[in-house]
């Protein structure tokens, strides 16, 4: 069975930082897809990134890059130049047949 | 441009009973879920669908049933309902199923407590 693993409960960062954000997974799958959402106060799941396994170059989304180690299971999301709406609790999740599973989150408080 | 729609937003239950959750997406969508994210916890599958007429269990089914007749519609029942339950629900759709990475648009949640 797939899982997600997301180590850090909670984290925070000044404005204008840049954070990183953790997450290791585990299957025995060879294609699969995995993504990053946010999820603001109000609840909704907004789609911040993907990355496809087998492509090698990580994907980039204006601020927010990720490392994607396939060796190692491990897809973290870096955010640079953290502005206050980023504020928010952040879902690592994996994808390979029919749904998504996702991590416990981590929620990400940007002060300035 | 409504996408994935869930009604209601806010609902108090007593303990036993039954009511409805409803969902629809206008994006003639095929695969069609069920979530719910307990406090502090990341999102739960109970029941998703791959098209009208078949839907099967997810993650955490129990104490809950779907119906697909159509494909824009998408309920979720709950039958008894229980202290346990208490959660967010969200329903979500895609064209295909995640093996494509297609995008799942997710509704607004719907925050349900059990009393």
């Known amino acids: 069975a797939q899982t997600v693993t997301q180590s850090q409960p909670e984290m925070s960062v000044q404005e204008a930082e840049t954070v990183t954000l953790s997450c290791t997974y585990d299957?025995?799958?060879?294609?699969?897809?995995l993504f990053w959402y946010k999820q603001p106060p109000s609840r909704q799941m907004i789609l911040v990134i993907r990355?496809?396994?087998?492509?090698?170059q990580n994907a980039t989304e204006n601020r927010f890059s990720v490392n994607f180690q396939k060796a190692a299971k491990s897809f973290s999301l870096k955010i640079s130049d953290s502005q206050l709406g980023d504020t928010a609790m952040y879902f690592c999740?994996?994808?390979?047949?029919?749904?998504?599973?996702f991590g416990k989150g981590t929620t990400l408080s940007v002060s300035s | 441009n409504a996408g994935v729609t869930q009604t209601p937003k806010f609902r108090i239950l007593k303990i036993g009973q039954s009511m409805t959750l409803q969902c629809t997406q206008d994006?003639?969508?095929?695969?069609m879920y069920w979530y719910r994210q307990d406090p502090g916890m990341g999102l739960k599958l109970i029941y998703y669908?791959?098209?009208?007429?078949?839907?099967d269990k997810g993650e955490v089914p129990n104490g809950y049933n779907v119906s697909r007749s159509t494909t824009e519609d998408f309920p979720l029942r709950l039958e008894l309902a229980a202290p346990s339950q208490t959660s967010v629900y969200f329903c979500?759709?895609?064209?295909?199923?995640?093996?494509?990475?297609?995008?799942?648009?997710f509704g607004e949640g719907s925050w349900l407590t059990v009393v």
């Open positions: 979500a759709s895609s064209y295909s199923g995640d093996s494509s990475g297609n995008t799942i648009y």
């Open positions: 299957t025995s799958e060879s294609n699969y897809y």
């Open positions: 990355q496809e396994a087998y492509k090698q």
């Open positions: 999740a994996f994808g390979a047949g029919t749904a998504l599973i």
């Open positions: 994006m003639n969508h095929n695969y």
């Open positions: 669908s791959v098209g009208a007429g078949i839907t």
